[in-house]
C-alpha cells in the first residue's frame, strides 16, 4: 500500500506539471531570464554524481516557500515546498493534516512534461528526508539551506538524493504573474475558488496534444482542466483519465481528478487560429485511492492559450 501511494503521487505530479505547467513553483517560460537574474547556486548529489543548477527560482508567500533549481535547455529541475515561514528544520513527506505535505521532487524534464518523476513521499507518514532553511534575509530577498530525501518512481524504483544544498538563492513574494484578459470561474463546495493567476497552454507531444487551463492561487491550490486539442464546440463529459479531464489540486500531494457521475463540460467557442476557448464545466473531483472528494460547479472560463 505505501508503494501504491507513491505510484499515484508520481503519475499526479507529472499530470500537474504538464497540464499546469507545474504550478508548485512560477516557472519563467524564458528560461534565459531566470538564469541572468537569479546567481543562486542550488546542489544535489545522485546516481553518483552532482547535479548543479544553472539557474534557479524562490518564492516565499502566504507561508509557503518553493525552491527550485534547473539544468540544461530540457529544465531538469529538483523542487522543494515547505509549509513554512521561517528557517526551521521540516521533514519531507510527512502530511500534519489533510492539505499540507512538505514534498521534494526530481523531474527530468519540466520544459515539456515528458520527463522521469522521483517524488520524496510514500504512505505520507514515514518522513523520507527533510530540508533545513537556515537563512531567510528579508533584505535582500535571498534563501539558503540543506537537505535530502529519497525519490520514488513508479517504473524506476527508488534515487537517494545527498548532500543537498542551496544558497543565496533570490526570492520573490509576489503571486503569479498576471493572467492578461483570460477569465475564469469556479466554486469548490459552493465556496468561490478566488484565483491569482489564469494560464492557458498548448501542448505537443508524440500522440499526446492537448490544451491545459489552469487556475492557481497560493502558487499551490489549482484547479485545472486538460482538453484534446482539436475539440470543438459542444457538450462534454469527463473522464477519470484521458481528456476531457478536471483536476483540483490542494497542493503537490493533495490531488483530486474528475469522476464521470454527473460532471459536464460545454465548448461555446474555439478558436484556434486566435488561440482562444471559452466553456462551462462542472465535476466532482475524487482521489483516486478514496476519500473525500470536491464538488466544482458553476466553472466558466475564456483563455487564450500558448
Not at 502566504?62 to 522543494?80: H, K, M, P, W, Y
Not at 521534494?104 to 524534464?109: G, H, I, M, V
Not at 548532500?163 to 469556479?186: C, D, M, Q, R
Request: charged share 15%.
Amino acid at each position: 500500500m505505501k508503494f501504491q501511494k507513491s505510484i499515484v503521487l508520481a503519475v499526479v505530479l507529472a499530470f500537474t506539471c504538464l497540464i499546469t505547467s507545474c504550478n508548485i513553483e512560477p516557472f519563467n517560460d524564458d528560461y534565459q531570464s531566470i538564469e541572468n537574474n537569479n546567481k543562486g547556486l542550488l546542489k544535489v548529489d545522485f546516481d553518483g554524481k552532482t547535479f548543479t543548477s544553472d539557474a534557479t527560482s524562490a518564492t516565499v508567500l502566504n507561508d509557503v516557500i518553493n525552491i527550485s533549481g534547473f539544468r540544461g535547455v530540457n529544465q531538469e529541475a529538483i523542487i522543494l515546498t515547505i509549509f513554512a515561514s521561517k528557517i526551521g528544520t521540516y521533514q519531507i513527506g510527512v502530511t500534519a493534516n489533510q492539505v499540507e505535505t512538505n514534498a521534494a521532487a526530481y523531474s527530468t524534464n519540466t520544459k515539456t512534461g515528458n520527463g522521469n518523476v522521483w517524488i520524496g513521499a510514500t504512505d505520507f507518514i514515514t518522513s523520507q528526508g527533510e530540508v533545513k532553511i537556515t537563512e531567510i534575509d528579508t533584505k535582500n530577498k535571498t534563501i539558503s539551506g540543506t537537505f535530502f530525501f529519497t525519490g520514488q518512481n513508479q517504473n524506476l524504483g527508488t534515487k537517494e538524493f545527498t548532500n543537498g544544498v542551496f544558497s543565496k538563492i533570490s526570492y520573490t513574494t509576489e503571486a503569479l504573474p498576471p493572467s492578461g484578459k483570460n477569465t475564469f470561474f469556479a466554486k469548490v463546495d459552493g465556496v468561490e475558488f478566488v484565483e491569482d493567476a489564469v494560464q492557458g497552454v498548448a501542448t505537443s507531444l508524440p500522440g499526446f496534444s492537448t490544451i491545459g487551463i489552469s487556475a492557481t492561487k497560493n502558487n499551490l491550490q489549482t484547479i485545472g482542466l486538460t482538453l484534446n486539442s482539436d475539440i470543438v464546440e459542444g457538450d462534454y463529459t469527463f473522464s477519470s483519465f484521458t481528456p476531457p479531464l478536471g483536476q483540483y489540486n490542494l497542493s503537490l500531494t493533495n490531488s483530486n481528478v474528475s469522476q464521470n457521475a454527473g460532471s459536464k463540460l460545454t465548448i461555446t467557442l474555439h478558436d484556434k487560429a486566435k488561440k482562444r476557448i471559452v466553456g462551462m464545466f462542472n465535476f466532482m473531483a475524487s482521489p483516486v485511492l478514496g476519500g473525500q472528494s470536491y464538488e466544482i460547479t458553476e466553472g466558466s472560463f475564456d483563455v487564450t492559450y500558448f
